[in-house]
Each structure stands twice: as structure tokens, then as C-alpha cells.
């Protein structure tokens, strides 16, 4: 679905953004969302909190993760 019509940014992609451990503001600064008319923003505030509560991030990078012991 839309969520904001100005900038047409869908709520698969906010949530693809707050997914990927991004707030609000970070978001809102990539993609737009809420800066026009503001009739969107209390909708995306709402979808990236319930990403950010439904699915923790881990920040894990594989180059210089260390390897799991070998029992």
C-alpha cells in the first residue's frame, strides 16, 4: 500500500528500510517520506516502530565475525 502519496513510497519499503535497523528520521531523510504535505507521517512513524518492535536487528559482518567453536 501507499503510504505516502507525494513521494509514492509504499509501506513494503519503509519497512524494508526500518528492517535494516534505520529510524525514523534516517528514513525519512533517504526516502522523503512525510516532508510534502504531512499527511503521512504519524502512518510511517506507526509502520517503523512496529518493524523496529516485531524484528531486532543484528549487526553481524561475516568478514570479521569470529567462527563458531568446534567441539
Not at 7 to 15: K, L, T, V, W
Not at 22 to 28: G, R, Y
Not at 38 to 49: M, T
Request: hydrophobic share 40%; aromatic share 2%.
Amino acid at each position: 500500500m501507499i503510504v505516502c502519496v507525494c513521494h509514492r513510497i509504499s509501506d513494503r519499503e519503509i519497512a524494508r528500510q526500518a528492517h535494516a535497523g534505520l529510524s525514523f528520521d534516517e528514513i525519512q531523510l533517504e526516502l522523503g517520506v512525510a516532508t510534502c504535505c504531512g499527511q503521512c507521517e504519524s502512518c510511517a512513524r506507526d509502520l517503523v516502530a512496529q518493524c523496529c518492535a516485531s524484528e531486532p536487528v543484528a549487526a553481524l559482518n561475516r568478514e570479521n565475525a569470529t567462527p563458531a567453536a568446534v567441539v
